[in-house]
């Protein structure tokens, strides 16, 4: 029997539905599971309005740590792996989560130990992961696994679904959407993944974990969405220090900046993902190798 710490954060409870189907087939092998909730001492809204969901964003993509609520005795206990649940944000870790792997208690957490990172996310990980990766490996943790879930939905119609479901809390299909989030279907599969980490557990085996999730759909890359992130990540980088410049978290400045962001990001989603998907459709012919390195390389959890 090992023992597995759980550690995750959520608002609208997705993450957490996840991590119960992940877990599903670690209790029923009798290992024994912790589950840890991450909560900031001021919460945040879910729904948000419009004006906080993107005032939010600076500070949660240069990862500023904020203050968290005490984690229970517990989580301190020495565990045979460490299973963190998370979303991103902004193409970065949600801030609850960053502010924890950048705590102290990370670092006793974390430290020597194998971890498995899950997500559920809209459909734009790669970047947060790689910032994961980074925090990981400043608390000597070893990434042994990590699965992404995501809203199958195209990027245009997610991007309508999430944000109504951010904004509005209701998630249900409507007119000629679908439900938004990761489908039913795919958090009830995650206790396929559940089974790999089993295994995993019960032979020692943690070195061949990757491929196995990989082989039962634990990761799946979407050429189109390594270009929009690639350009998100740098457009993001402008506009976080952009905002952060236009004065204190309340100032007028600042509002206006957030205001600009909100009414640029939008339609530049909706230009830039068509276009890039075309661009990428002719990469993929005229780069072909280059392409699938990158596919291949966020596969897998070493840091370029
Ligand atoms: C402020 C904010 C920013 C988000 N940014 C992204 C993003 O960059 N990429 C993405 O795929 N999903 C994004 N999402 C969706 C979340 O990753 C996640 O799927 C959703 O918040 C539900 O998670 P939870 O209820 O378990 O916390 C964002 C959500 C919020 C609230």
Known sequence: MKKVLVIYYSQSGQQLSILQSLIKPLITLGHQIHIERIEPVEKYPFPWSAYTFFNAFPETFNQKPLALKRLSEKAFEPYDLVIVGYQPWFLTPSRPISAFLQSDDAKRILKDKPVVTILGCRNMWLGAQEKVKQKLLDVQARLIGHIALADRSGNITSLITILRWMLTGNKEAFLFFPAAGVAHQDIEHASKFGECIGDALQTGDFDSLQSKLNQNGAIEVKPSLILLEKRGQKGFAFWSK????????????????????????????????????????????AKQKQLLEEVNYYRQNSLR
């Open 242 to 285: 952009f905002i952060s410049s236009g004065g204190a978290l309340h100032s007028t400045g600042r509002k206006i900046r957030v205001y600009a962001f909100l009414y640029v990001l939008l339609p530049a989603i909706f230009v830039l993902s068509p276009l890039l998907w075309v661009m990428s459709s002719i990469l993929r012919l």
